[in-house]
């Protein structure tokens, strides 16, 4: 059956047949109206009103929980209280706001129907046109690899040109005579470039073109939402942005400093990869015949032995070797001559030539640091780490 309730309760200005003499029926009529739309208006700006505030409490929260997450990755637990104690208190106005949004909708659905809110529109049509697929999405990973990078290598001068301006309207423009650099490979080339730009300390070329590439992705998350192509979307997404709307300009520039703090963290990551490879290889060119380090070997030594070396003097390390335990002795011994600290025979071809010159010469290495002989009697020789 048909549920004929609702015409129950229906608000119409010219429901009535008869009114006072005293008063014009044209005039009231326009009256009801005139109030009946005047509550719509408060109601609508009653309820734009708590979606502005909810989305900027969201928007303060997401920024909060960042910044949360950063202070907890660094340990400030001064800076978490006050983070996690701020969290709570939008949390508790999204609730509020989120209450008063329900009572708004329920107060709506409680007033009479009218007739901007009776009827309905009949027939209703829509076409819209699917989005042809591109042929990059039946390529292989490699194949599109292999593409993008003809198409960076082809159009790179290109896309360093767009990533230097400044203005909305040059941008506009150079990409309307440009419009085949709209697409997922400028935004990476420009990435990659922001990321070079940093790791060179070019702070303030990294932050422009960082810009053009949050224009850029944001452009193309634009195509996205609409299914259109992104070529379609340049005019429509500089122009929202000419407009300075307060929510979209916001969301752009928080996605703006994120970007920026990723690009810093990949550049020094980048450079720690770089001086743990350099100090590697300066290790590996350190190595000793028994394939230690002389300057660990050095740092391990105990203090009388390190300053015997810092010293350079040969009688105070052969009287530090024999007051040692014989077992500690041999064991540091043995550790000294696998780095090259200590070369065993390294005088004995300069001692058979006689005198104690060749002796001198014979302890001195190609550094020039200090060697000494063994407890032995056999001339032996003890570099100096350079560290």
């Not at 549920?3 to 309760?9: A, G, P, S």
């Not at 969290?87 to 106005?93: A, C, E, I, R, V």
């Not at 008063?100 to 049509?125: C, H, M, R, W, Y």
Request: hydrophobic share 30%; net charge negative; charged share 40%.
């Amino acid at each position: 059956m048909v549920d004929y309730t609702k015409w129950d309760h229906i608000e119409v200005s010219d429901d009535e047949d008869e009114t006072h003499p005293n008063i014009d029926t044209r005039s009231l009529y326009k009256w009801r109206h005139e109030a009946r739309v005047q509550r719509m208006d408060e109601m609508s700006t009653k309820k734009e009103k708590n979606q502005k505030l909810i989305d900027e409490n969201m928007s303060k929260l997401k920024k909060l929980s960042g910044n949360l997450e950063k202070a907890r990755k660094s340990k400030d637990d001064k800076e978490i209280k006050a983070l996690e104690k701020s969290m709570k208190d939008l949390k508790t106005q999204e609730e509020k706001l989120l209450d008063e949004k329900n009572f708004l909708i329920k107060e709506e659905q409680a007033q009479p129907l009218n007739v901007d809110t009776l009827s309905q529109p009949g027939f209703s049509k829509t076409l819209i046109n699917n989005p042809q697929k591109k042929k990059s999405d039946n390529l292989s990973e490699e194949e599109q690899l292999e593409q993008s990078k003809k198409f960076m290598d082809k159009h790179k001068e290109d896309i360093k040109k767009y990533g230097m301006l400044r203005e909305y309207h040059d941008s506009e423009t150079f990409l309307m005579k440009n419009p085949h650099l709209t697409c997922e490979d400028t935004a990476n080339y420009l990435v990659v470039w922001c990321i070079d730009l940093e790791v060179e300390e070019k702070h303030a070329l990294m932050e422009r073109v960082a810009h053009q590439t949050i224009c850029m992705q944001f452009l193309l998350e634009l195509s996205k939402q609409l299914e259109m192509d992104p070529r379609s979307t340049i005019r429509p997404f500089f122009q929202k942005m000419r407009k300075n709307d307060v929510q979209y300009v916001d969301g752009f520039n928080d996605e703006l400093q994120s970007f920026i703090g990723r690009v810093k963290e990949r550049a020094q990551a980048r450079i720690d990869k770089a001086m743990k490879e350099y100090e590697e290889e300066e290790r590996q060119k350190r190595i000793g015949p028994g394939g230690l380090d002389p300057v660990e070997v050095f740092e391990s030594l105990p203090k009388e032995l390190q300053d015997c070396f810092d010293k350079k003097d040969i009688q105070l390390l052969q009287d530090t070797m024999t007051t040692m335990p014989e077992e500690e002795a041999r064991y540091h011994l043995k550790r000294c001559i696998d780095s090259g600290l200590w070369v065993p025979d390294a005088g004995k071809g300069a001692a058979a030539k006689g005198g104690a010159a060749a002796e001198g010469e014979a302890a001195t290495a190609e550094s020039g640091e200090p060697k000494e002989p063994t407890e032995d009697d056999e001339e032996e020789t003890f570099d100096e780490p350079s560290h």
